[in-house]
Structure formats: structure tokens, C-alpha cells
């Protein structure tokens, strides 16, 4: 067990030639090396984060078990979407399951689960929840470009023009601060990472995350079907790949270890709302 953990956090650390850079195009054709779309979503994925993110770090390990390199090129979310549905990418890191998207995408095996949490300001919002029926009177903060599951949509509807959207999950907080909205939905470890990092402590102590979370959701890497071949070739070189890094726990590796150095790994003066 020893010797597996020595070689799972040598592959965390070790550099596979995995590069990024912000906004440029991806030549076509290139099974062995991907270019892969991806997003500000700390500590999931980012640049100014220690091996890229979480998911970005299995991403590539599973990659790498195919020989193929990856590198990441950040964008803002919506383009990112757009330009990798278009083709211009290999793929696009990372996304939840939407019956919308199957039209533009085919999605990996299952990677990574999210954890859908209400984050609320902690003199309007309960304490929790058994029902989102008992949030009906809130105010709802909702961010640009995501895909949310059916019981946030419903919240939504109920809550009609008490209803915002920004951006970025950023703003969101931002929102709440300044008692502009009461709660809104974000991956809660990606929601405790941006009350440590965008919000002085005595705003962030104006915030609670609502329990239970709303649900739990399952991450994929998306292939566009605008290269339906090339893009199924690598589906199933990065699916075979994701296999056997499940099978060394890696997963489990990477986001003990990531948890554990993130705080020190981070560089903090990037910020979202510039994209």
C-alpha cells in the first residue's frame, strides 16, 4: 500500500509536459497531444493552482496512460463551451450530464462527483432545508452559462423575478455580501475555496453554506462531435486511461493530496471577473 502511494504522488508532482496558455487555437489531427478548453473553477481547475486543479490533474493521468500529452488553455466558461462544440479543442474540462448537450458532445466515463450546495447569507437563509419549497421567498443568485439540475431550475421558476444572473460565481459572492441576493448554488469545495481567496474574512463571515447539499453531481471530460472521429479515438484511449487510474486510486490520492497543499499552492491574485 505504501509502495502505491509513493507512485501515485509521484505522478501527481512529476511534470508530463503538460502546458497552458490563454485563448490560442488547437491544429487538428493531434491524438498525441490534446488541447484541452478549461475554466477558472478553483480548486477544480486553474492556472494559478498547483498542477492546474484537482480534475484538470486526473484529466491528464489519465491521458498519460495512453502517451498522449495534454495541455490547458484557460478561457472564460460560455467560450469555452462554444469553441470546443465548434471543434476548435479537443476537449472540454468539465462538465455535468445535459440530455441539451448530447446533440454537440459525447462525454467520457465518469470522472470526479461535485457536491451541489446553497451558499446564503446567514441573517436571511435557514440554518437548512427540507424542502427548496421553504427557500421560496429568498432571493436566488444563479451564474451565466451553467447547466443546473432540475430542482434548482424549479426553485427558480417558483422564485421568478427574484431571480439574478451574473457572470461569475465570484459576482455571486460578491451579491451576497452586499445583500443583493440571499443564496445561490455552487460546488461547495469550489465554494469554501473562493470564501478563503475572493472575500475578506469579515465578509466571508456574513456566509453559510446551506445542509444538506442539493446533490451530488458527476463530472465528465467533453469531446465535441464537430471531429466525431478523432474525437471518439481519444474518448476511448482517455476512458481506457481513467481505468487504471481508478484502479491505483489515484483519485482519492490526488484530492487528499491536493486538499492537504492548496492553501500553499495557490496563487491568488488571478481573478475570474477578468475573463
Known amino acids: 500500500m505504501f509502495v ?10 512529476s511534470r508530463s509536459g503538460a502546458t497552458e496558455e490563454k485563448g490560442n ?22 492556472m494559478g493552482i498547483l498542477q492546474k486543479g484537482f480534475v484538470n490533474r486526473v484529466i491528464e493521468a ?39 448537450r448530447l446533440e454537440h458532445f459525447l462525454y467520457s466515463d465518469k470522472m470526479t462527483t461535485d457536491h451541489l450546495s446553497l451558499f446564503a447569507r446567514k441573517d436571511k437563509a435557514p440554518n437548512g432545508w427540507a424542502s427548496l419549497s421553504e427557500l421560496k421567498h429568498l432571493r436566488l443568485g444563479l451564474t451565466r452559462g451553467y447547466v443546473y439540475n432540475n430542482d434548482i431550475k424549479d426553485l427558480a421558476e417558483n422564485l421568478a423575478n427574484n431571480v439574478s444572473i451574473v457572470n461569475t460565481d465570484t459576482q455571486n459572492l460578491h451579491m451576497l455580501v452586499r445583500n443583493r441576493v440571499d443564496i445561490f448554488p455552487i460546488e461547495e469545495l469550489a465554494g469554501l475555496y473562493l470564501l478563503q481567496h475572493s472575500l475578506a474574512p469579515e465578509e466571508a463571515a456574513k456566509i453559510k453554506v446551506l445542509d444538506p447539499p442539493v446533490s451530488e453531481v458527476s463530472t465528465y471530460l467533453l469531446f465535441p462531435k464537430a471531429q ?27 484530492r487528499e493530496l491536493f486538499i492537504k497543499t ?3 499552492d495557490v496563487d491568488t491574485s488571478y481573478d475570474d471577473t477578468n475573463q
Open 4 to 13: 502505491k502511494f509513493l507512485l501515485v504522488l509521484f505522478c501527481f508532482f
Open 25 to 46: 487555437s488547437v491544429a487538428v489531427n493531434m491524438p498525441e497531444r490534446v488541447v484541452i478548453a478549461t475554466m477558472e473553477f478553483p480548486p477544480q481547475t486553474s
Open 62 to 100: 489519465a491521458f498519460e496512460q495512453a502517451g498522449i500529452e495534454v495541455r490547458f488553455v484557460f478561457l472564460p466558461w460560455a467560450r469555452a463551451l462554444e469553441d470546443t462544440k465548434n471543434g476548435k479543442y479537443h476537449a472540454l474540462s468539465y462538465g455535468y450530464f445535459s440530455v441539451e
Open 228 to 254: 466525431e472521429k478523432q474525437s471518439q479515438y481519444l474518448l476511448n484511449k482517455f476512458n481506457e486511461g481513467l481505468v487504471e487510474v481508478k484502479k491505483l486510486e489515484m483519485i482519492k490520492t490526488y
Open 262 to 264: 492548496r492553501l500553499d
